[in-house]
């Protein structure tokens, strides 16, 4: 397999390069997703406009360029580069706040603002409102929609694609012992909550959830919050959708191998060996790393509230 880096100039020239080592992170609750990177090159790094990752030829990434650094030693030219995929937008621009009534997926993010690369599901669930709260931004707007209408958590699709539900034909990998370079499984408790609270409109903390996983194991971490206007029409569930937040993440299986095969967060994965198995579950995470030896992706499943 080869890996390719695009530039893209104002003015339209496009660069290319073969990287000397990359790496390229799809996550479930990070709403862009992050290619980092070396490469031989001595052309211009002022005027970037878009960064983009090719494997095989196929587009995986389309981002800014966040850091850009040329070094020379010993008569090479060195490129040093970070990008986040366009998405990122969702999470540095605010929406107006207040109350938007009768939105959809596309009306909430595109409401008054225009994002270049970002595009998002159709066709999705009308809601009576969506109310935004003051220097919220419009990621924190798109995940209170996607909870309120779907139960669900988003995420980001291919490139730059905003998603609150997997697709109706999802993928299923699945991959052989002889293919898998290592296997584990992880336990992270340190952003786990134990009780959160809300306080009605008298100020008193009269709605309440207590989080199970945490308390399984003897872990105390309280929370109180006033009365969220997000969450006016039922409390309990914005309480409840933090603490399936604080949840993420925190029982995790993966595997790494040698290739990719191109997935996609919430596309599913099944793999089994000596007792290790992960049977059908959806993907939350894929690493991508290319090197010298050759590329290599390691898949995450999780096993939290939003699984």
């Not at 479930?28 to 095989?56: A, C, M, W």
């Amino acid at each position: 397999m080869t890996a390719t880096i695009e530039f893209t100039y104002p003015n339209g020239r496009v660069a290319t390069f073969t990287p000397l080592n990359f790496k390229f992170v799809r996550e479930r609750y990070t709403p862009y997703t992050v290619l980092s990177g070396h490469f031989l090159s001595t052309d211009g790094i002022e005027n970037v406009k878009t960064i983009s990752l090719y494997i095989d030829n196929t587009l995986v990434h389309v981002g800014m360029p966040d850091f850009i650094e040329r070094k020379y030693a010993k008569s090479r030219s060195i490129v040093s580069l970070l990008s986040r995929s366009y998405s990122m937008l969702l999470g540095q621009n605010e929406p107006e706040p207040g109350i938007i009534s009768n939105v959809d997926l596309a009306g909430l993010i595109f409401n008054n603002t225009s994002l270049p690369n970002v595009n998002c599901q159709a066709q999705t669930q009308i809601l009576n409102y969506v109310y935004v709260k003051e220097k919220s931004t419009i990621w924190d707007a798109v995940c209170a929609y996607s909870i309120k209408a779907y139960g669900k958590y988003p995420f980001i699709y291919n490139t730059n694609t905003v998603r609150v539900t997997p697709l109706s034909n999802i993928v299923t990998h699945t991959y052989q012992s002889d293919d898998v370079l290592h296997y584990g499984e992880k336990l992270s408790t340190s952003g786990l909550y134990s009780q959160v609270y809300m306080a009605d409109s008298n100020d008193q903390y009269s709605y309440s959830q207590t989080n199970s996983a945490a308390l399984s194991r003897n872990i105390v971490r309280r929370k109180y919050y006033p009365l969220d206007n997000q969450w006016y029409h039922d409390p309990n569930a914005g309480l409840l959708a933090k603490l399936k937040y604080s949840n993420k993440g925190y029982i995790a299986r993966e595997f790494r191998y040698k290739g990719h095969k191109f997935e996609n967060l919430q596309d599913k994965a099944s793999f089994s060996s000596n007792g290790f198995s992960i049977n059908n579950e959806l993907i939350a995470g894929v690493e991508v790393v290319g090197n010298s030896r050759g590329i290599f992706t390691k898949i995450t499943v999780y096993r939290d509230s939003y699984a």
